[in-house]
C-alpha cells in the first residue's frame, strides 16, 4: 500500500492519467468565451470585491462548476477551494464540500492550510536572497556549509535547488516512515532527517539526472540558516513573507495550526483507513514542506514568484532555468516548475494539497486548496483539478494528464 510520506516526495507535479477525466474543453481560451452550461451543482460563489478581475460569464462558471464537481465525486476530496484571475478576462472563485466530514461544516474562502511543498519556493527564495547580497553562490559546493554530505564536494547548492544531486530521499527510508506513522505528533529534527538519508548511497552522480528529493531542502535551508544567521523560519518571515506582503503565511516550529482551517483527512498506511492528520507535527518536511498558507496569500505568492520581484533579474533568469522532467512540456528550474507555461509548484502533505501557478501569458493566477491528499488510482487529487480547470479556461495551456513515477521505497 502506498505510504503516507510519499506525497511529499512526490507532490512535483504527479499528475491525472490522461483520458482519465472527460471534461469539456472550449475553443480558444475560455476567458470571458460564451460555452454551454454545465449541470447544476452546490457550490458557493465567492465575489471577489476586486473591481480589476470582473466574474466570468455565468456560462463559463457554470461549465467550470460542473467539471470541478465531477472531480470532486470521482476522487471523494471532502471539500476544495478554487480561485482564478487573469486582468480584463474574468475571475472566478468558488467553495464547494465541506471542511470537516463529521459537522459538515463548509469550506470557506478565508481558510489556512498547509501547504506541503510549496514550502520548497520560499527556502529556496530565501537561498536566491542571499546569492544577490554576496553571501554565497549557486556553485558553492553544500560541503562548503555542511559537513558529512555524502559527494559534498561536488554536489552544488544549484544542483540541490534543481533536484539533481543524487541524493536519497529521507522520506523513502523505511525507518523514517515507522517513525512518521507511528508517531505523527513528535518533532523531528533537520539533523535526523538527514541521517535518514545520508546512511543510503547516492543514486547518481551529481548533475547526472533529475530526480525529487526533499534531503535537498533540508540541506538549503541548513544553508539558509547559516549564512543567514538566523532560524529559518525567521529568515523567511524577514527576508521573503514580509517584503511579498504575505501577512497569512507562517512556517510554524510545532503542530500548531492557525485558525480558522479546515480538517484534512489522510489514508495510513499501516492500516489503510482514513484518518484525521489536522494535527500531525509538520517538522518531518521542515524546509522541504512545513509552511501554512490561504488562497489570498498564495494567489499573491504565485505572481511574485513567477514574475521574480523579490530576486534580481539575473537571478531569476537562473532560476526559470529548467530541467526537462517525465511530463510532456514540463521543466523544473529552482524550486520552481513550468507545466505547459504554468509557472510555480504543487504542495502535499498528510490531509492537505495546493495548486498554486501563473500563466505569464495571459497574466492568470490559479489557486487549489483541498483537504485530503488521498489518490485516485495513484493519482494527486490536486492535479486532477487543475487538469479540468486549465481545460476549460487555457486549452493552450493544459495542466497535464501523466502516469506518476512508482515510488522507489514504501
Given amino acids: 500500500m502506498r505510504s503516507t510520506h510519499t506525497r511529499l516526495r512526490r507532490a512535483c507535479v504527479t499528475a491525472a492519467a490522461a483520458g482519465l477525466l472527460a471534461v469539456p474543453v472550449t475553443t480558444g481560451s475560455a476567458y470571458g468565451a460564451p460555452t454551454p452550461p454545465g449541470p447544476s451543482v452546490t457550490a458557493s460563489p465567492t465575489p471577489t470585491g476586486d473591481s480589476e478581475f470582473p466574474q466570468l460569464t455565468p456560462a463559463v462558471a ?4 460542473a467539471a470541478i464537481q465531477k472531480v470532486l465525486r470521482e476522487t471523494q476530496v471532502p471539500g476544495v477551494i478554487v480561485g482564478l484571475w487573469a486582468p480584463g478576462k474574468g475571475s472566478y472563485v468558488r467553495t464547494f464540500g465541506v471542511a470537516d466530514k463529521t459537522t459538515g461544516a463548509p469550506m470557506e474562502t478565508d481558510f489556512n492550510f498547509r501547504i506541503g511543498s510549496e514550502t520548497k519556493t520560499f527556502t529556496v527564495t530565501a537561498l536566491l536572497e542571499l546569492v544577490d547580497q554576496g553571501k554565497l553562490a549557486l556553485d558553492d559546493p553544500i560541503g562548503k556549509y555542511i559537513e558529512g554530505v555524502p559527494n559534498g564536494d561536488r554536489i552544488t547548492l544549484r544542483l540541490l535547488a ?7 530521499n529521507y522520506s ?4 523514517f516512515e515507522k517513525q512518521l506513522t507511528t508517531s505523527p505528533d513528535k518533532y523531528i529534527p533537520p539533523r535526523q532527517l538527514l541521517d535518514y538519508s545520508f546512511k543510503h548511497p547516492v543514486q547518481f552522480a551529481p548533475g547526472a539526472e533529475f530526480d525529487y ?26 527576508e521573503v513573507l514580509e517584503p511579498a506582503g504575505l501577512r497569512r503565511t507562517v512556517f510554524p516550529v510545532d503542530a500548531n495550526f492557525p485558525d480558522p482551517h479546515p480538517h484534512g483527512y489522510t489514508d495510513q498506511s499501516a492500516t489503510g483507513k482514513v484518518v484525521d492528520a489536522t494535527d500531525w507535527n509538520p517538522s518531518w ?7 501554512i498558507s490561504d488562497m489570498t ?13 523579490l530576486l534580481t533579474p539575473e537571478t531569476q533568469a537562473e532560476r526559470l532555468k529548467t530541467t526537462p522532467m517525465d511530463i510532456p512540456g514540463a521543466g523544473y528550474g529552482l524550486g520552481i516548475f513550468n507545466v505547459q507555461g504554468w509557472i510555480g ?9 495546493v495548486l498554486p501557478v501563473y500563466l505569464p501569458q495571459a497574466q492568470a493566477t ?37 502516469k506518476p513515477t512508482v515510488p522507489k521505497a514504501g
Fill in 62 to 65: 457554470a461549465q467550470l462548476d
Fill in 162 to 168: 534543481g533536484m539533481r544531486s543524487g541524493l536519497f
Fill in 172 to 175: 523513502e527510508d523505511p525507518d
Fill in 213 to 238: 528529493s526533499n534531503t535537498n531542502l533540508i540541506l538549503l535551508g541548513l544553508v539558509v540558516e547559516k549564512v543567514g544567521g538566523k532560524p529559518l523560519n525567521e529568515f523567511i518571515r524577514q
Fill in 285 to 291: 518536511a521542515w524546509a522541504a514542506g512545513a509552511m
Fill in 297 to 309: 496569500d498564495l494567489r499573491s505568492w504565485a505572481r511574485t514568484l513567477a514574475t521574480g520581484t
Fill in 345 to 353: 509548484h504543487n504542495g502535499s502533505l498528510p490531509g492537505y494539497e
Fill in 366 to 402: 490559479m489557486v487549489v486548496l483541498l483537504n485530503t491528499d488521498i489518490t485516485t488510482k495513484g493519482q494527486e487529487p490536486s492535479t486532477l483539478f487543475g487538469e479540468a480547470i486549465t481545460s476549460i479556461v487555457t486549452p493552450d495551456h493544459v495542466y497535464p494528464g501523466h
